[in-house]
């Protein structure tokens, strides 16, 4: 596996009770135990990283098409409109050919 961003390498005790669990965990999963660990890692103490960057990213495009001259639901009737054009058209819907 290559990594995309930069790496610290360490060292941790493990008991065999938790050494067990973890190497049930790899072979169920089918990732490593330090992928594990990363992932155990990252839910307990980034949570809130991520809870944050959404935030700020939500507060930063809250908004954005406020200048748009059409309404949310003439938006969602010209999606519609296009799928019904294109059933009366073809006699196909895209639903159907992607079940396909």
Do not use: C, K, N
């Amino acid at each position: 596996m290559m990594y995309t961003y930069i790496v610290e390498r360490t060292q941790i005790y493990l008991t065999a009770r938790e050494s067990a669990a973890l190497d049930a965990a790899a072979r169920r999963t089918g990732h490593t135990r330090s992928h594990l660990i990363r992932e155990a890692i990252e839910a307990a103490y980034l949570r809130d990283t991520d809870i944050e960057e959404r935030a700020r990213a939500l507060r930063a495009t809250a908004g954005i098409w406020a200048d748009r001259p059409e309404t949310t639901e003439e938006i969602m009737a010209g999606f519609r409109t296009g799928r019904i054009a294109r059933l009366h058209l073809d006699g196909t819907d895209d639903a159907d050919e992607m079940a396909e």
